[in-house]
């Protein structure tokens, strides 16, 4: 069922409510913190970051998993005009293979504050603690409790998925403009036909294809 104007209109204080409480209690810079790309078999971790200031207005402002793909893109426009700052960094398959994905993970979060070119005095992440920085707060659900989270999963999705319609134009064949790299059906079969190309992670891809065509 569809939220009344002001259903939405209270979800959207309430996904505010926790920043706010930290800018009250004087913070000056709380960063929302959220990677996506965690399980795919091709293309990169994608994290984003995200500083929100609290009266700041983002119609429909969710986790990136509870929006369309057209309404996220529109979210994602409002977040680069209003964002106080935003980044997202890309970590490519290669040092997931090389590192593994929880150091990937966590690399990519490091270079997504990084690039905001803001010391934060609160950083917010969805899940478990990571102890990447001294300020860290974690929030299991926290893409769809707190707005700058929330804003770091939709810009770090939209972002993510559109290297990875892309990447289809260099590699056709594994569907990737819709699976977005992911394990479905017609991208393992077509790993067994073509090989592997150089964004997909080989780590993952082992009982699939040995091979490399690229």
């Not at 399980?39 to 929006?67: M, R, T, Y």
């Not at 680069?80 to 997931?96: K, L, S, Y």
């Not at 090989?195 to 780590?203: D, K």
Request: net charge neutral; aromatic share 6%.
């Amino acid at each position: 069922m569809a939220r009344t104007k002001e259903q939405e209109q209270e979800r959207l204080r309430a996904l505010f409510a926790y920043e706010r409480g930290l800018y009250s209690a004087g913070a000056l810079v709380v960063v929302g913190v959220d990677e996506v790309g965690r399980g795919p078999l091709a293309g990169p971790v994608s994290a984003g970051a995200c500083v929100l200031d609290p009266g700041v207005e983002i119609p429909f402002l969710n986790d990136s998993k509870k929006l369309s793909e057209k309404r996220r893109e529109e979210v994602a426009a409002l977040l680069r005009e209003q964002a106080r700052a935003c980044h997202v960094a890309h970590v490519a398959a290669e040092v997931i293979d090389a590192c593994g994905i929880m150091a990937t993970l966590k690399q990519a979060m490091r270079e997504a504050v990084a690039g905001l070119a803001l010391d934060p005095d609160v950083v917010l992440l969805d899940g478990r603690p990571l102890k990447l920085w001294p300020c860290e707060h974690a929030i299991v659900k926290g893409d769809a409790k707190i707005a700058c989270v929330a804003a770091a999963s939709v810009l770090a999705k939209v972002e993510r998925d559109a290297f990875m319609r892309e990447a289809d134009h260099f590699y056709p064949g594994y569907g990737f403009a819709h699976n977005k790299g992911y394990g479905t059906a017609e991208h393992t079969a077509a790993i067994r036909h073509l090989g592997l190309t150089p964004l997909h992670r080989r780590s993952f891809c082992g009982d699939f294809v040995k091979s490399v065509l690229f």
